[in-house]
């Protein structure tokens, strides 16, 4: 289909003056006679606000202030962009409220559960607001809640997509566009074949689009950052950070697995089976060109891609007994990791030792600990830092690693990693 996927993040509408930006560039398109599906994630950092109204996770009274101002920070923002008190906006947001406060106060003595029921409402208000503001701009829009089009398994906080149901809805979205107007719909959120709202796993908006671009079969899918594309490292650690212009998609799934925060790690595969173009545009700086990933052999320009991931912790596992280690003793272990639910970001053995960098959550490591230490001895270091380096030449890692101790390092053809201390 002949229509724009656009998807707008926390940051793109975190404040009054974000949300016109937003409607700016979205009028632009309207203008120019071109019909979206508008994606939208909760605004600014609601989502996280959201998780400590989870039942149980907190206080009654320390919830009701983060109830409180989470109610605030949305109506602040939405006397800006309607001045009239007597829109109808605020009656839809009342009762969202309404039912936000209801949700909280209930538990069904299951979190994830209750968690999705709670943490969903972020994209709701938002949508709304959007929606309403989009109208009142001259975009005309229909607000589409989007649990009626993807369908997912029952796996709450991290549902996994049934492709299947999804898809015998296409007809249901074609219909709504080929009749009228753009649409705004949520990201991040979805449902049961049961009806029961789940949520696709934080940062889950981008793939929300994906899927969408998918079942419609767009010719591309943009994702508005506020940043002017992809960038070659976070700029958080390094100041000549160079934009890609093009990117392969495997290079961006690999990008993704190593921990890059672009782009959610599972969005690119739907785009790369239909060859959808994925475009990463700034919504600070809308006509400037952005990065696109999608069909191309190399990256372009070809330079070094770095990723890396702080709080690691460095993690070394020795049998008790005579054994090395060897297939049954990694079962072992393998087992251990899936069990507590640790991903493991880089591994490597010995004949007497096997060695994995993993996120430092102390309470996992507490469970996996005590689990390994039945049959393996368990050493690790904290505060350890993960570099990872695509496309690397030996002088990028000296500069990197800077005089650092090295703890473990793996090389590829492709890739360098290294463990250093923090
Ligand atoms: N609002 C959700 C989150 O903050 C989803 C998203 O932003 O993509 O994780
Ligand atoms: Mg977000």
């Known amino acids: 289909m002949d229509i724009e996927v656009f998807k707008f993040g926390g940051a793109s509408v975190n404040s009054a003056q974000a949300v016109q930006n937003m409607a700016s560039i979205v009028k632009h398109y309207h203008d120019a006679g071109r019909k979206m599906v508008i994606v939208v994630s909760a605004m600014g950092k609601t989502t996280n606000a959201l998780e400590q109204l989870v039942p149980n996770i907190k206080q009654e009274d320390e919830q009701e202030i983060i109830y409180k101002n989470l109610v605030d920070y949305h109506l602040q923002i939405v006397r800006h962009l309607f001045p009239n008190p007597t829109d109808g906006i605020y009656d839809k947001l009342r009762v969202l409220f309404d039912e936000l406060e209801q949700c909280r106060k209930v538990s069904s003595g299951e979190y994830n ?112 950052k506020d940043v002017p594309g992809f960038l070659n490292a976070d700029p958080k650690y390094f100041s000549n950070t160079v934009k890609i212009e093009e990117m392969p998609y495997d290079e961006a799934i690999e990008q993704a697995y190593y921990g890059a925060s672009v782009i959610h790690p599972k969005t690119i595969k739907p785009l790369q089976n239909k060859q959808i173009p994925l475009y990463i545009k700034s919504f600070v700086n809308p006509k400037a060109d952005g990065s696109v990933v999608g069909p191309f052999p190399v990256i372009k320009p070809e330079v070094p891609l770095y990723i890396f991931k702080e709080d690691q912790t460095l993690m070394s596992i020795m049998p008790k007994d005579f054994s090395f280690i060897a297939e049954e003793n990694l079962q072992r272990i393998f087992s251990i990791l899936s069990q507590v639910g640790v991903s493991v970001n880089l591994m490597q053995n010995t004949a007497l030792s096997f060695s994995i960098c993993i996120d430092s959550n102390k309470i996992l490591i507490d469970k996996l600990i005590a689990l390994l230490s039945v049959d393996f001895k368990v050493r690790y270091n904290r505060n350890m830092e993960l570099l990872t380096v695509r496309h690397y030449t030996q002088e990028v890692i000296d500069s990197i690693v800077a005089g650092r101790q090295v703890f473990l390092e793996q090389r590829s053809r492709d890739t360098a990693q290294m463990v250093v201390e923090n």
Do not use: H, P
């Open 113 to 224: 559960y209750d968690y999705d029921q709670v943490v969903s409402f972020g994209e709701l208000i938002s949508t709304t607001i959007i929606s309403a503001y989009l109208e009142k701009c001259g975009v005309g829009n229909q607000w589409v809640d989007v649990r009626k089009i993807i369908v997912t398994d029952g796996m709450n906080r991290c549902a996994q997509v049934d492709w299947k149901r999804t898809m015998e809805n296409r007809e249901t979205l074609v219909q709504m566009l080929d009749g009228g107007q753009s649409i705004v719909t949520q990201g991040f959120i979805a449902a049961s074949g049961e009806e029961v709202t789940t949520t696709l796993g934080r940062e889950g908006s981008d793939y929300s689009a994906a899927v969408l671009s998918y079942m419609l079969d767009v010719k591309r899918m943009t994702i508005w």
